[in-house]
């Protein structure tokens, strides 16, 4: 796990608030994130943001994402966050500027996950079972659920590709091969 | 001679001062002495302030303002319109041309004496941002003062996201012609036997104005009223290579997420409109004059 640097020189705490000044930002962002290793999966410590706002969090945080799922062919990275402040309404403020937005974010809790964006019922209860179990197959997850194989498959690939969750492929002892998905932390 | 009416207390009110000084700025070509009469004043809100202020110091460039300050009246008048402009630091800064004359005739130094405990957690004043740290400091006082009158902590992100965003896009604008700046007054008002609780947020510059900002972004021809339109409900902006004009549409989200029946007015280049939640409404033409001036009352 890799973690991104969001920090100026010398300040200890950075706003996400507007565009023009958050531009540099997202470029000190985009070089670590792009420069990280294939595979990596990348953190934001959000104990390191105070204030935010929409433009702010577009900038440094909804389109690196973006950079991510287009590239995931080329970079196979994820990025998730840590540490969200309670006090400065953290989750109320991405929830709102992720809302019709075409990326997914998970950040750590101190029990669980938080899953930022529009996503599915049924694919919020799969992910958070992924989450508790840290690894996960189709078929484990199908069973668990109750539900048909396949479309918890089909369910799995599209967290996959929303980077959400990672995926490996394994040697099935009986012969053929299985995807395993695990999650990000 | 420029002369407010009795109140300035909404878009109406706005409009047709912004329309007084364009009229004053196109007719009275000679650079001398501009009489401003505000006798008459007897109420301003968070709106009035920032368009009095902002207009006030923008004429300050071309004229040298002879100011009638507010008259109070103890005997007759229910509100103090001197004492609370000078609790909401119009004075500190107003153009010292305008400060002068208050000083002048009326004896400020009762005002300035006053006692003005824990201000800084209790009245969020007029303030002028010049540069983005100043917007980040204008969101930490907003947070501050609106968690000590006790809003949920949800609103008062929403207070702060609709003023960060619209005071930087003012800044913005502000870049462009020298000594511009960003104007912001926040006001929280607690519920009344006669009106319910609500905010008020006004936002202003004196930049050149949305129209002209966005005229060669957009499809060519259109109408003024068309570039307003699109600012305010598509992603157009002055930098597409940026990728940006999220800005406003966070703000209305955010306002008319919190309360359908939230109030937002914008007047700028010489239109005011009302913004609704999926249309705009123009409300009056008049005569251009520098700026865009933001209005948006919200009930709690």
New interface residues.
């Given amino acids: 796990m890799l973690k991104v640097n969001l920090l100026p020189a010398v300040d200890t705490k950075v706003s996400l608030i507007g565009r023009r000044s958050m531009i540099p930002l997202n470029q000190k962002v985009m070089k670590q994130i792009e420069e990280a290793p294939y595979g990596s999966i990348l953190f934001y410590d959000m104990e390191q943001v105070e204030g935010m706002n929409g433009s702010g969090i577009d900038e440094v945080i909804i389109k690196p994402l973006k950079w991510i799922l287009q590239e995931s062919k080329t970079h196979n990275k994820y990025l998730y966050l840590i540490n969200l402040n309670d006090e400065e309404d953290h989750l109320y403020n991405l929830q709102k500027s992720l809302q019709g937005e075409e990326v997914v974010l998970v950040a750590q809790t101190e029990t669980s996950l938080e899953i930022i964006g529009d996503l599915g019922d049924a694919s919020k209860d799969l992910l958070e079972l992924a989450y508790q179990h840290k690894k996960i197959t189709a078929r484990t997850a199908a069973d668990l659920l109750g539900k048909k194989n396949n479309s918890v498959s089909t369910q799995l690939i599209k967290l996959h590709d929303q980077r959400l969750l990672q995926r490996q492929e394994e040697q099935l002892e009986e012969g053929g091969r299985q995807f395993v998905y695990s999650s990000l932390f | 001679m420029l002369e407010s009416a009795e109140k300035f207390k909404n878009i109406f009110h706005i409009h047709s001062w912004l329309d007084r000084c364009a009229y004053i700025f196109d007719e009275v070509v000679e650079y001398g002495p501009l009489k401003v009469d505000l006798g008459q004043l007897k109420w301003l809100t968070p709106a009035g302030f920032t368009v009095l202020l902002s207009t006030l110091n923008y004429l300050d460039r071309f004229y040298y303002l002879e100011t009638i300050p507010p008259k109070f009246d103890s005997r007759t008048d229910k509100f103090d319109i001197v004492g609370y402009m000078e609790r909401m630091n119009f004075l500190n800064s107003c153009p010292e041309d305008v400060k002068l004359s208050f000083e002048k005739m009326i004896n400020m130094d009762y005002y300035y004496n006053r006692n003005r405990n824990r201000k800084e957690k209790e009245l969020d004043e007029l303030r002028i941002s010049r540069c ?1 740290r100043d ?2 400091e204008l ?2 006082s907003i ?1 501050r003062i609106m968690k000590g009158k006790g809003l949920h ?2 609103r ?2 929403d207070i ?2 609709i003023v ?2 619209l005071a ?1 896009n003012a800044v ?1 604008h502000a870049d462009e012609i020298s000594d511009a700046e960003c104007y912001s007054c926040v006001q929280y008002y607690k519920e009344t036997s006669t009106q319910p609780g609500r905010v008020e947020i006004a936002i202003c510059d004196t930049g050149r104005g949305i129209v002209d900002s966005l005229r060669d972004h957009v499809s060519v021809g259109s109408t003024n009223d068309k570039i307003v339109e699109k600012a305010i409900f598509t992603r157009a902006s002055r930098f597409p290579e ?3 004009g ?2 406003f549409n ?1 703000v209305r ?2 306002a008319f ?1 919190w309360s359908s029946d939230a109030e937002f007015y914008v007047r700028t280049h010489d239109s005011m409109y009302r913004i609704y939640e999926n249309r705009l409404e123009l409300l009056d033409k008049g005569r251009y004059f520098p700026g865009t001036f933001y209005y948006i009352i919200i009930n709690v």
Avoid: A, V
């Fill in positions: 983005d917007i980040e969101g930490r947070k902590i949800n008062i992100s702060t996201e960060t965003e930087q913005e940026q990728d940006r999220k800005g966070n989200r955010t997420g």
